[in-house]
């Protein structure tokens, strides 16, 4: 079982809709978890983090975290073409360097 | 700042030959990274440092795979004997982890061609 474990897609919405992008983590240890975005060709680049139960947002983006579950997720409102590009879903389980899910591909329809 | 540099971009290089990527963190950042990214294995950490020490090298591949950072500006990974296998983008990241637990800084990676 990978450490972190997201669905590669690709991931489909149109222009205006929600994404939800999904993670499961196997680390109950694991504290902090983040979404990296990375457009094709790019290197990653941080858009959220979020380290307590709950929601937490930031602009058009929410993260969602629910350690009982082990689950992560980050939902993007008005998706964007912009929007398009593969998210990675990390955990930091404050013993080593983060550990990245394979990422999930995201393609915003115009 | 400029952000983390790495170089060269781009690699092409025979089976068995030596390579060497080089990496210059974000000037203060006391943690370096290097990592490997491939289709099918995804983002996977080979090794980083602390302070110019190595932390944690499990994740390097076999003993055809070093890393060294001799100072806090400056770190190289190499492989020696190359294989085709090594194909991939190689990223270095750097972080101040007082300031953002978890917030990387990664370079603009160096791909690797192992024909």
């Known amino acids: 079982q990978k450490e972190v474990e997201q669905n590669s897609g690709p991931l489909s919405v149109p222009e205006g809709a929600i994404a939800s992008l999904n993670c499961t983590y196997s680390d109950r240890g694991s504290q902090s978890f983040f979404w990296y975005r990375q457009y094709s060709g790019k290197s990653p680049e941080l858009i959220m983090s979020?380290?307590?139960?709950g929601d937490k947002e930031d602009g058009r983006f929410t993260a969602q975290l629910n350690k009982a579950s082990q689950y992560v997720s980050l939902l993007i409102r008005d998706s964007q073409p912009s929007d398009s590009a593969t998210y990675l879903c990390a955990a930091d389980t404050g013993r080593r360097a983060l550990t990245f899910g394979s990422g999930t591909r995201l393609q915003v329809q115009p | 700042d400029a952000g983390v540099i790495q170089s060269p971009r781009h690699e092409v290089t025979e089976m068995g030959q030596e390579v060497t990527l080089r990496c210059k963190p974000i000037s203060g950042h006391d943690y370096l990274f290097w990592y490997r990214q491939t289709m099918m294995r995804g983002l996977e950490l080979l090794i980083y440092f602390n302070n110019n020490v190595p932390i944690d090298d499990s994740g390097m591949p076999e003993d055809r795979f070093s890393a060294k950072m001799p100072n806090a500006s400056f770190s190289t990974l190499k492989i020696q004997p190359s294989e085709p296998r090594d194909s991939a983008v190689y990223f270095c990241?750097?972080?101040?982890?007082?300031?953002?637990?978890?917030?990387?800084?990664f370079g603009e990676g160096s791909r690797l061609t192992v024909l």
């Open positions: 990241a750097s972080s101040f982890r007082g300031l953002n637990t978890g917030e990387l800084f």
């Open positions: 979020i380290y307590s139960n």
